[in-house]
């Protein structure tokens, strides 16, 4: 089809680009993202399997029925207990625990904590499940809580837990794709990766650097992370840009064999 009149061919094929990005995008959405639902599923059995095994243990203060329902549920986890289901303790990791870096990112110290988390996860996980796809979702999640984790273990901390290095890697993922993909995002479209993602970096750093124990270098090292991935990992949404199409299928193994190693780590050091 020819451009129509006054408009030059880059223009409309610019034009044609946005256009098939925003179908694709709107089919997107209009599903339940598979894999964030699957994520936040797992990280609330984790902690109801460690809030159970705190009750079980006595580690928890409650007493009768009603308190263990309301301490499994609402509960603080002990650190013992966070330790034993693979925390990112320095010591341990320091000694070639090191499963306890992917382990740590699903444990969470309370239902503070994970409620906080998940929300900003299923929020950034559908959008980021959109433009990327479930299996790369799921591998820049996975990879920032790592890359998170790790730079904490560098910077000595002794003890941390919680999904917020891979939220953060998220929105730094996110905040990437909308620079790398600019002219072919609709113009309703772009504001979304960038005032709509990079105030919130600021002021989620701003908060943890002036709220006691809040892990900032494992919000550092998972923005870093998700960032940096998400220059090389293609888009469906974006034509021309979907990348390798074998990739779905070689980050699926690579996901399952993180996953593996660190279910095998957590249940061999509990049990």
């Known amino acids: 089809m020819d451009p129509p ?133 799921l591998a820049l999640f996975l990879a920032s809580g790592i890359a998170g984790a790790t730079l904490t273990h560098l910077g000595g901390t002794d003890l941390s837990v919680g999904a917020s290095g891979g939220v953060f890697g998220l929105m730094g993922a996110g905040v990437v794709f909308g620079r790398r993909f600019r002219t072919s ?5 772009r504001p979304i990766f960038g005032r709509g993602l990079v105030p919130w970096i600021f002021v989620n750093i701003l908060i943890g650097l002036s709220v006691p124990r809040i892990d900032n270098l494992g919000h550092m090292g998972g923005l870093l992370g998700g960032a940096l991935l998400a220059l090389i990992l293609g888009s469906p949404v974006v034509p021309g840009a979907e990348g390798y199409r074998r990739t779905p299928v070689i980050l699926a193994f690579g996901i399952a064999l993180c996953l593996g190693w660190t279910l095998a780590g957590m249940i061999g050091h509990r049990f």
């Open 5 to 137: 009149p006054g408009v030059t061919p880059e223009q409309y094929s610019r034009w044609q680009t946005q256009e098939e990005v925003r179908s694709r995008l709107l089919s997107s959405f209009r599903r339940i993202p598979p894999a964030t639902v699957l994520l936040l599923a797992a990280l609330g059995i984790v902690h109801l399997v460690t809030g159970a095994d705190d009750w079980l243990c006595g580690r928890m203060v409650g007493a009768g029925r009603q308190a263990a329902l309301y301490d499994v549920l609402l509960g603080s986890r002990s650190p013992e207990g966070l330790v034993a289901w693979g925390a990112n303790a320095y010591g341990s990791v320091a000694s070639g625990e090191h499963w306890r870096l992917p382990a740590s990112v699903f444990l969470h110290a309370d239902v503070l904590h994970i409620g906080l988390n998940g929300v900003a996860l299923f929020g950034l996980g559908r959008l980021c499940e959109a433009v990327f796809g479930p299996g790369r979702f």
């Open 185 to 189: 995002l609709p113009p309703s479209v």
